[in-house]
């Protein structure tokens, strides 16, 4: 019988700050699972209750203020989770609940941790199944995956032949997630997570980009030199009336759109390719 390990996240203890920390202090001890940076502001998660930890870092660290704590279920926090989770050639499991019987599957390890990206969002959906199109479409051999959080888009690319692939977020621990997630994958020979803006990763050459991220990061992205250095792209994350921008940006490039995903009249996703 196979052996698969327990769900490390069942009760969640969050301390939501004022200010900073810096993400490498070893102050936070076994218990601790992240910190979650948003502007000016740091969400601490624990696995047990933490107060006493939160009053030494405060001690350490003058120029924090505790605003809030929280306590909740892993599953509060992240939503429904049914894995192993089925889309198009995948299938997403845990390792908590990994198996081997997925008959011809290709199966995708993710540990999500507390970063959203769980493979349960339309746009995850959508793009993966863009993915499938532009790798039967092209010879696709590198990537950038823009706003990686989990990973999880890149380990997909990685699983369907992409050698090389540049995997970037703006938040420490969505880079910290994703890295580990490679590394459940083995594909950290093929995957290299970094920690910037996307903006400062759009110029670099590659095959294709991936790009489920924020509007307003996106609009500035259709408009870089180094969106038209890429083969093939695959963008996400985006409202109705976004994506209409978006659309119309893209027809004043030198790129075709090949298809185009809606969900519920809500989140579209583009797959096109350059001239």
Same mark, same amino acid.
């Given at each position: 019988?196979?052996?698969?390990?327990? *769900?490390?996240?069942?009760?969640?203890?969050?301390?939501?700050?004022?200010?900073? +920390?810096?993400?490498?202090?070893?102050i936070?001890?076994?218990?601790?699972?992240?910190?979650?940076?948003?502007?000016?502001?740091?969400f601490?998660?624990?696995?047990?209750?933490?107060?006493?930890?939160?009053?030494?870092?405060?001690?350490?660290?003058?120029?924090?203020?505790?605003?809030?704590?929280?306590?909740?279920?892993?599953?509060?926090?992240?939503?429904?989770?049914?894995?192993?989770?089925?889309?198009?050639?995948?299938? +997403?499991?845990?390792?908590?609940?990994?198996?081997?019987?997925?008959?011809?599957?290709?199966?995708? +390890?993710?540990?999500?941790?507390?970063?959203?990206?769980?493979?349960?969002?339309?746009?995850?959906?959508?793009?993966?199944?863009?993915?499938?199109?532009a790798?039967?479409?092209?010879?696709? !051999?590198?990537?950038?995956?823009?706003?990686?959080?989990?990973?999880?888009?890149?380990?997909?690319?990685?699983?369907?032949?992409?050698?090389?692939?540049?995997?970037?977020?703006?938040?420490?621990?969505a880079?910290?997630?994703?890295?580990?997630?490679?590394?459940? *994958?083995?594909?950290?020979?093929?995957?290299?997570?970094?920690?910037?803006?996307?903006?400062?990763?759009?110029?670099?050459?590659?095959?294709?980009?991936?790009a *489920?991220?924020?509007?307003?990061?996106?609009?500035?992205?259709?408009?870089?030199?180094?969106?038209l *250095?890429?083969?093939?792209?695959?963008?996400?994350?985006?409202?109705?009336?976004e994506?209409? !921008?978006i659309?119309?940006?893209?027809?004043?490039?030198?790129?075709?759109?090949?298809?185009?995903?809606?969900?519920?009249?809500?989140?579209?996703?583009?797959?096109?390719?350059?001239?």
């Amino acid at each position: 019988m196979e052996m698969v390990a327990d *769900n490390p996240y069942k009760d969640l203890y969050i301390y939501y700050l004022e200010g900073r +920390i810096n993400p490498g202090h070893g102050i936070f001890g076994a218990e601790f699972i992240g910190n979650w940076e948003e502007d000016n502001f740091s969400f601490l998660f624990f696995k047990t209750p933490s107060r006493d930890k939160i009053e030494e870092i405060l001690l350490t660290h003058p120029g924090l203020r505790l605003i809030d704590n929280y306590q909740m279920t892993y599953d509060e926090w992240q939503g429904e989770m049914p894995f192993p989770l089925n889309i198009g050639r995948f299938v +997403i499991t845990t390792p908590w609940k990994d198996s081997d019987n997925f008959d011809k599957s290709i199966k995708i +390890i993710l540990d999500p941790g507390v970063v959203f990206g769980t493979g349960t969002h339309p746009t995850t959906h959508d793009c993966m199944e863009a993915l499938e199109l532009a790798f039967s479409n092209e010879n696709i !051999e590198s990537a950038v995956d823009l706003g990686t959080g989990t990973g999880v888009l890149a380990i997909a690319a990685a699983y369907l032949g992409a050698k090389k692939i540049l995997a970037a977020d703006i938040n420490y621990l969505a880079v910290n997630t994703a890295k580990r997630n490679f590394f459940l *994958n083995g594909m950290q020979d093929r995957i290299l997570p970094v920690r910037g803006l996307a903006q400062d990763y759009i110029e670099l050459q590659a095959d294709l980009l991936i790009a *489920n991220i924020h509007h307003d990061i996106m609009k500035v992205l259709v408009r870089s030199e180094g969106f038209l *250095n890429k083969k093939c792209f695959v963008l996400s994350g985006l409202l109705k009336s976004e994506a209409k !921008e978006i659309d119309f940006q893209l027809s004043k490039l030198p790129v075709k759109t090949i298809q185009k995903w809606e969900c519920n009249g809500i989140w579209h996703t583009f797959f096109g390719k350059t001239l």
